[in-house]
């Protein structure tokens, strides 16, 4: 939709005819100002400084350029738009409601940050129709912007203009290219040119503290044009201004930034251009004056009628453009359109069930010893062959990580039908991008990096997680099991730190079988992301008995049942699997009787019903083993049980040497087992 195809500005009244127009400009940006005004003062909570300021700059941006219809929120050739600076929602809340999204009531409105709302303090993807992705951690909306830029540029290379053809807009603040993720995704963004991504910064020179002087002096303009940005600064309560850059980064072949120059608080003043409109209600006394200064003599939450029905037809205009999407889609033929379709419907295609089982198969078949970052690479050469929207990645650590697939084909600015990313060193942008292709649709993304850099990427993983999105995090070097590298690689606390996030599956597979089950259990779980715990040292095959169904689905289940019953329960994950099982040939020979259960993910088995759980158990002493802290180990071991693992950082030495000089080993393990069977029966 072009700039000069749209509604035009006009004044208030015709003087000749005296017929009333169309709203002006300042009354429909006006009618967003004070619905954030009136729901914060509500609400007694909240952020009105940034929609006062940037309320020209949303009205511009909706009524001349916005590709959208509240009838089909999810319409997947909508432009998208991402409040990054996720404080200021009640912006958003007042163009959705403005605009007719049906949920976004006023009354919704009117309970803005209140129990069961769809107007929460935060914008949340999933919770409120119209929100692209879930903000408020700044610089993550900006981040995941890109891989929303991203994802569609490739869907385009696949599938040309008559399917995809939308511009994803981000609204960031100063506080947004403050944080250090900034800097990652708007290098990445400029080096892919990544064109239809335009960033509208609200330059008001405002943080929390107060001038933004306190603590950044960065030229923002130079900062992005050096990452290959096109970039302009403009007066943001201009609107003719307004809508010459963006009509102007429209054409650009690169990403654009644009600085819109505002003064948070508009119209306030007593608040406006300080710290004081940022993050809390102007009180009855200022919104008072602040009408007077704005020409706004209505009550609060109203809207005159004129205003209003200006803006919905704003929102009814994407109608027809959406319809005739839909013809172009229905049209194609069956070949180009299944993919698209099965692609955008999350759907894993019938081909990729019948290849993985028989993959399992052949693997259950060969038995093969080998590093489950290297099984991971086994099974994503097999599901790339069979999954046209797999699309992987990995930051700087492809031939470590062992992501990329034979078929694979490397994502550059030039070759768009890529279907591989290199994200370079950048693994919090690559985790919150990932979440924007995964928001997108059309992709089911991965990517790759060490377990020790979790926490490089927590935040984005943390959001995909309440979000609920399918993402895939693979994460190779789980454990001291790495060796040489020493301590700062080597990941004792993640596990444990990553199985704390609701709604993130945590798999820690222990051989080759359980690796491609556990890709399996990823790629099924399309409302939760995952996370890949991957050695780096090769662990022997123990599943090698063809099963009907995917174990590590299960979560936990025994490997080895004594026929005689148990003394004692071994609990064990990923490489310290085999430990257990060489523990348990200890412990037969001395007359006592091991049970065996590998546990890949916990989520997993806290899932199953109590009476599963209680099966797998058992009622023995439980002793738990895994190369890192402890983590919650102690729900599954019980007050009788026990943790063999790591009680603090490792060492720089070989992997052989750290287990043993840590004590993780099947005599340790042993040993600890014939003490809890001992306390037991003295009890």
């Not at 009180?283 to 004129?306: I, M, N, Q, S, Y």
């Not at 599943?543 to 329960?569: C, F, M, Q, W």
Request: overall charge negative; glycine content about 8%; aromatic content about 6%.
């Amino acid at each position: 939709m072009t700039a000069t195809a749209v509604q035009t500005l006009a004044p208030k009244t015709d003087s000749k005819t005296d017929i009333k127009a169309d709203p002006s400009h300042a009354e429909m940006a006006n009618a967003i100002r004070f619905l954030a005004i009136d729901a914060v003062e509500k609400a007694k909570s909240g952020h009105p400084g940034m929609p006062m300021g940037m309320a020209d700059v949303a009205t511009v941006l909706y009524q001349r350029f916005l590709k959208f219809d509240p009838a089909d929120p999810a319409w997947p050739d909508r432009d998208r738009f991402v409040l990054s600076a996720g404080h200021g929602s009640m912006l958003l809340y007042a163009l959705l409601h403005l605009t007719g999204y049906e949920t976004v009531t006023i009354d919704e409105l009117k309970k803005f940050r209140q129990w069961g709302a769809k107007t929460p303090g935060h914008p949340e993807y999933g919770h409120t129709p119209g929100v692209e992705t879930t903000t408020g951690p700044l610089g993550q909306g900006i981040a995941t912007a890109v891989g929303m830029a991203l994802a569609e540029r490739l869907m385009n290379a696949r599938y040309g203009d008559d399917l995809v053809d939308h511009y994803t807009y981000v609204i960031a603040g100063d506080g947004c290219l403050m944080e250090g993720i900034s800097h990652e995704a708007i290098s990445l963004a400029g080096h892919l040119k990544l064109n239809r991504l335009i960033v509208l910064f609200d330059d008001n020179g405002i943080s929390i503290d107060g001038s933004t002087g306190l603590a950044c002096s960065d030229d923002q303009l130079a900062r992005f044009a050096a990452s290959g940005w096109t970039t302009c600064r403009i007066d943001g309560h201009d609107p003719e201004a307004i809508a010459a850059a963006i009509a102007a980064a429209r054409q650009s072949d690169r990403p654009s930034m644009i600085a819109c120059r505002t003064t948070i608080g508009f119209g306030s003043p007593g608040r406006q251009g300080s710290e004081k409109a940022h993050g809390a209600p102007l009180g009855p006394e200022e919104v008072e004056k602040t009408r007077a200064a704005l020409h706004w003599p209505h009550r609060p939450f109203e809207v005159p009628a004129d205003v209003l029905v200006s803006w919905r037809e704003i929102g009814a205009r994407g109608r027809s453009v959406r319809q005739a999407w839909k013809e172009r889609a229905r049209k194609l033929c069956t070949a180009d359109r299944s993919p698209c379709h099965d692609a955008l419907n999350k759907k894993l295609p019938a081909a990729y069930t019948e290849r993985m089982a028989q993959f399992i198969a052949q693997l259950t078949a060969e038995r093969p010893k080998i590093a489950t970052r290297q099984a991971s690479q086994n099974v994503i050469d097999v599901i790339a062959t069979v999954l046209p929207n797999l699309l992987g990645g990995s930051a700087d650590l492809t031939h470590s990580n062992l992501t990329k697939a034979k078929t694979h084909k490397s994502v550059t600015s030039a070759t768009m039908d890529g279907n591989y990313i290199h994200y370079g060193v950048r693994e919090h942008a690559m985790a919150a991008a990932m979440n924007g292709i995964a928001l997108h649709g059309g992709f089911i993304p991965y990517g790759g990096t060490f377990l020790a850099f979790a926490d490089y990427s927590r935040p984005a993983i943390r959001l995909a997680a309440l979000m609920g999105i399918r993402v895939i995090h693979v994460m190779t070097h789980d454990s001291i099991g790495l060796g040489e590298d020493g301590p700062t690689h080597q990941p004792v606390e993640h596990v444990a730190s990553l199985r704390a996030i609701p709604n993130l599956l945590v798999f820690r597979p222990a051989d080759a079988v359980e690796t491609a089950e556990a890709w399996d259990c990823a790629l099924r779980a399309e409302t939760s992301p995952s996370v890949l715990c991957l050695s780096r040292q090769a662990l022997p095959a123990f599943r090698t008995e063809a099963s009907d169904h995917n174990k590590v689905a299960l979560g936990a289940y025994v490997v080895i049942e004594p026929e005689a019953g148990r003394d004692v329960t071994l609990i064990a994950t990923g490489s310290e699997v085999a430990i257990a099982l060489e523990a348990a040939k200890l412990l037969a020979a001395e007359g006592v009787q091991a049970a065996v259960v590998s546990a890949p993910c916990f989520e997993l088995f806290r899932k199953q019903s109590a009476e599963y759980r209680a099966e797998v158990l058992g009622h023995a002493p439980r002793i738990g083993v895994e190369a890192a802290i402890e983590g919650d180990w102690a729900r599954w071991l019980g007050d009788a049980g026990e943790f063999v693992g790591m009680q603090g950082f490792g060492a720089s030495a070989p992997a052989e040497v750290l287990y043993r000089e840590f004590g993780i080993t099947p005599a340790a393990v042993a040993d600890a087992a014939m003490r809890n069977i001992i306390r037991a029966r003295a009890s």
